[in-house]
């Protein structure tokens, strides 16, 4: 089997937004990519708790990317664990399953800062490279060297919880795919 550059962009996306499109086109431009995955965890141990479920959280990122580029594969490897998921177990899974392909794990800087506290991130460097998309609102304040390799930002203000805000006080969001947007209203999320 021929060795391909895999990245793997996981988090809640709850709600997935136009930031995560572009974070996903700049990561497909700049990082040489044959592959992205996007894996919506079944829920974090890094949060509190979901206002969406699972299943209404893989659907939305499935209506997000599904017309963005035939490189993206949505993966639900975690939301089959239906327990709380670890990157770390989510990378190793794939360099066992797959150990010819190369890895790079694409982080939003909110996701570096405090990177250092994952489960097992010495052994997380060690399976893949980081690449990490800069957010206007947050400078990481590590206390460890970490070495990633640095993208555009995606220039775009979107965030999921000013998303959900906006939804909680019955304003409609910018920032969200149509699609996206009518199925969160139609389930009837994210509001008071």
């Keep these: 089997m021929k060795s391909q550059r895999i990245g793997i962009f996981g988090g809640s996306f ?3 937004h ?3 499109r572009r ?3 700049l990561a497909l431009q700049h990082l040489n990519l044959h ?3 996007i894996i919506p965890t079944y829920t974090s141990p890094h949060k509190e708790s979901y ?3 699972a299943a209404q959280r893989l659907r939305m990122v499935e209506l997000n ?3 963005l580029d035939p490189r993206i594969s949505i993966s639900k490897i975690e939301i089959d664990r239906s327990e709380p998921s670890y990157t770390f177990q989510t990378l190793k899974h794939f360099a066992e ?3 010819y392909h190369s890895w790079v794990l694409i982080l939003g800087s909110d996701a570096l800062d405090g990177f250092e506290h994952w489960q097992h991130w010495e052994s997380i460097l060690t399976i893949c490279q980081l690449a990490v998309a800069p957010r206007p609102d947050c400078t990481p304040q590590m206390k460890v060297s970490i070495p990633y390799q640095l993208l ?3 220039e775009l203000p979107w965030s999921s919880r000013t998303i959900r805000d906006e939804l909680r006080e019955g304003r409609r969001p910018q920032g969200l795919k149509p699609e996206v947007l009518s199925f969160l209203l139609d389930q009837g999320l994210y509001t008071a």
Excluded: I, K
Aim: proline residues 17%; hydrophobic residues 30%.
């Design 51 to 53: 206002l969406a479920s």
């Design 35 to 37: 592959e992205l995955r």
């Design 97 to 99: 399953e797959e150990p």
């Design 65 to 67: 990317f599904h017309d």
């Design 23 to 25: 974070l996903a086109e």
């Design 14 to 16: 709850n709600p997935p």
């Design 18 to 20: 136009l930031g995560h």
């Design 152 to 154: 555009p930002s995606t």
